[in-house]
């Protein structure tokens, strides 16, 4: 059950992009949508990493982002005004991990942006999805930093018709699978990608198929992916690709975080070069 919704806003370029996204899952739910905007800056760019130039630097975006969290109130009141959807606004002048970290404990689901590491300065950008992915204790909505081809120009287009499981036999697998039974239920497709390694040979799938048959979800199709890694996470983006996926649904963090780091790992794949909405959980 899906009845509370945090969606995390601060002043970037993707965050109205969340909110209509969240917007869109409260509609579908009837669900209440926690808004909490972070003053703190997002990125930190290279030239203002020095002690006193980050202070200065980090005094004035927090001061610009108050009065854009201001205005942001007016503006959502206006929209809200016409919604029937049920919200509540907070301005939080913390930094973005514990600030919702701690509006997460009591949520059902959190939409975040998709971190990203292009340029340089991307270093001093919060890490705020992987974070969130290992503390929220709730599943992860990660909207892509760059949008699909196909998607409007206000938001991503919808969210769920057509989903795409990642399985593996793992605690993180298993979690986000029934943390994603809401949306799989309303689901138009449903496929569920199983893997073939050294390990888990032949072609597996019937256990899921089964479980989800139970659980009222329709429209099943079963595919295998092979590889391991970052191999398996190529192979998933591929496969959403072919099937005209709009939502990933896998574990995210099977090995350790320090594992994926150093020898990479189908999780950390996924967040850097997924072009769709992912739905992760821990």
């Known amino acids: 059950m899906i009845k509370s919704i945090l969606v995390h806003l601060a002043d970037d370029a993707r965050h109205l992009d969340r909110l209509r996204a969240a917007?869109?899952?409260?509609?579908a739910f009837d669900a209440h949508v926690?808004?909490?905007y972070v003053t703190y800056p997002v990125v930190i760019p290279a030239g203002a990493a020095g002690r006193t130039a980050s202070q200065v630097y980090i005094s004035e975006r927090m001061a610009a982002s108050r009065r854009r969290a201001d205005q942001l109130r007016h503006d959502l009141e206006g929209h809200f005004a016409e919604c029937r959807e049920a919200w509540t606004y907070h301005v939080e002048d913390g930094n973005h991990h514990d600030a919702m970290a701690r509006h997460a404990h009591l949520s059902d689901i959190v939409v975040l942006g998709q971190s990203t590491e292009t340029f340089f300065e991307d270093r001093f950008r919060t890490r705020l999805t992987d974070h969130m992915l290992l503390s929220a204790g709730c599943p992860i909505l990660i909207l892509p930093g760059d949008k699909p081809p196909d998607a409007p120009a206000e938001g991503y287009g919808p969210i769920g018709r057509n989903i795409l499981i990642g399985w593996t036999e793992n605690r993180g697998s298993m979690r986000a699978l029934r943390?994603?039974?809401p949306l799989l239920r309303r689901?138009?497709?449903v496929h569920v990608a199983t893997p073939v390694t050294a390990r888990a040979p032949g072609t597996?799938?019937?256990d899921i198929d089964r479980y989800l048959e139970v659980h009222g979800v329709a429209n099943r199709t079963v595919h295998t992916v092979t590889g391991e890694g970052e191999e398996a996470g190529a192979a998933l983006v591929s496969l959403a690709s072919d099937v005209g996926a709009d939502l990933l649904v896998t574990g995210a963090y099977g090995h350790s975080?320090?594992?994926?780091?150093?020898m990479g790992g189908t999780?950390?794949?996924l967040l850097?070069?997924?072009t769709l909405p992912l739905l992760m959980s821990h």
């Open 23 to 27: 917007v869109d899952l409260a509609r």
């Open 34 to 36: 926690d808004l909490v």
């Open 179 to 181: 943390d994603a039974l």
């Open 187 to 189: 689901a138009d497709e």
């Open 204 to 206: 597996p799938g019937g």
């Open 257 to 262: 975080r320090l594992h994926e780091v150093l």
């Open 267 to 269: 999780t950390r794949h």
């Open 272 to 274: 850097r070069n997924s």
